[in-house]
């Protein structure tokens, strides 16, 4: 717990700094998880129907260039908290899961040799010694509020009740909301006498939509605070998985085309249009109120758009039957969206997980009447930073002492009386492909650690002006530019004391070399069958009965998605089997999955629906290799969080 005396000193200096309680806006802040750049109307959407997002741009401070982290914890916690993800140290989108202790370790105990780094993990809640933007606010007099996603710590200490917001209305863990219909009490992996959520949620009539209850539950506390200054905490589960929408919705968008030819998933529309009416229910409540001209409202989004999950073929369907965990969500993605991702982020590369610009460019919008004109845009670089000195300024509220605030108030630029005084903003983010990335003018510089096989070069370097789709890395040609954008990360890296991947001292190059050159599969143990080495995969030869590759290291939380590419003239049934960390032993039926492995010379993808409950412990893909012999480019698993696991044998060897 922090000392009484910096509580009260903080509570001194906020009321020392308070005008008159009529000076005070009130401070809402909508955040959509998971909505991209470009996946609303005022953004450039030709498909999402957003009518009140259009609303809102035509009364706000539209932002062009506007980041996050390219996952949600660390986002929320950077809005929070004023300070870049390096220095709270959520860094993943791992608020889920159990806390460790204050002093465990940000490493694994364990590297293999054949890794050259050691990457750091994650602190999985934020942390309760930060003085957070609801706790200076309700110190000086505002009434606080958070309802939605929190996914930033599920233990009783780290929940948004001891973060400052004396109205909650949560649940955890959450990744996702429990469900996107009432009843909400038992998880998405649980069925009857299931894991139950916990949190301050509570159930609605059957078949109440969660997004529409979170409105409900924002207009009460705004109506009930209308006549005190509060700090409203909108968090908003859509669009994040498991993709539940209103099929009445959903049916009008079924038949309906992008003239762009990008975005077509009827789903995602559906449930944008919840949200557009969730943000009009809001917007009309402060209009009927007479609140709109004294509220400073911000609408962002925790990350890129999503365009990886949830995509299915007629095959996964084959896998699973009625009675399935996720037959009926298989039936219903495969019914409205066939294969489509969730969105689509074009013109801007890649999505969610990623450092690039669809993974970490967001939507974001700032209403005050009076103060930002009405239908204006900037192009000022920004960041989840910048929130929470912004709102302190907005409301007279001094600074607490002992925080370091990363951020800079963007009152200057939405005033239009001058300019941020930055001359970078840097995401971090050594995680998944691990990486570290510096914004400075137009130039945008990605650094990372060692090469990956689909991505190969450890310097990119783009310019934004012309190349918004990162499509043309000019380190080479620039190296001038690229020294003096990783001076700018090595200077970010001292400042905040970043905990960054270390060389592993159990790194030996023989022995990653021989694992290349003899079982470049890197934790893939063949069990009667032979690995063969080709230029763009390995072979799969059939040596014993029952031909399969096993694999302790993909360590998810489930349910998974496999994804397997591969080539095999005559195919056959293959089965995927699996006992999680706790299980001794495979058991002797059940926790297996089969499927049809496509015949033929060209390449095929396979997606399989893992429905793993835990976390896995070892993995086994039985191949068809007796038959015919079996070529794999790709065997990769998804699981919670957009955590993965992937062996890539088509990449530069």
Known sequence: ??????????????????????????VILFLVDDMGWIDSTPYGSQYYETPNIM????????????????????????ILSGQYSARHGVTSASGHLPARSADASRYPEKASPTAKFIYPTSKNFLDPQLI?????????????????????????????DQHGFETTWFCVPDPGPPSYFSPYGVTQEGNAGGRQKVGTITDGPEGEYITDRLTDEAVRFIKTHRNEPFYLNLCQYAVHGPWGHKTSYTETFADKTDPRGKQKNPIMASMLKSVDESLGRVLDTLDELGLTDNTLFVFYSDNGGNTHSRTYDDRKLANVGPGHPQYDAIQDWRKWAGGEPPTNNSPLREGKGRIYEGGQRVPLMVRWPGRVEPGTTSDAVVGPIDLYPTILEATATERPEGHVLDGLSLLPVLEQTGDLNRNALFTWFPHLIPAVSVRAGDYKLIRRWEPHSSYPEVRELYDLSDDIGE????????????????????AFIVDTDAVTPLPNPAYQPQAARAALNREPTWGLVPKSCEIEVLDDAIRITGAGRTPFLGTAQVRLSGPLTMRLRTRSSAGGRAKVQWKTIDQEAFPESGQTVEFDLPNGNEWHETKIDVPLEGRSGTVRLYLPAN???VDVQLIEFAGKSDQTKAWDFAGDR
Request: hydrophobic share 40%; net charge positive; proline share 9%.
């Open 1 to 26: 717990m922090r000392p009484l005396f910096l509580l009260f000193n903080l509570v001194a200096c906020s009321l020392l700094a308070l005008p008159a309680h009529g000076e005070r806006p009130n």
């Open 55 to 78: 609303r809102l741009a035509n009364q706000s401070m539209r932002f062009t260039d506007a980041y996050a982290v390219p996952l949600c914890s660390p986002t929320r916690a950077t």
């Open 132 to 160: 957070v933007l609801p706790e200076v606010l309700r110190s000086a007099g505002y009434r606080t509020g958070h309802f939605g996603k929190w996914h930033m710590g599920i233990a009783p200490q780290h929940r948004p």
């Open 471 to 490: 499509t043309n890395n000019l380190a080479s040609k620039m190296p001038e530019k690229v020294a003096e954008l990783e001076a700018l990360i090595d």
């Open 627 to 629: 038959d015919s012999v």
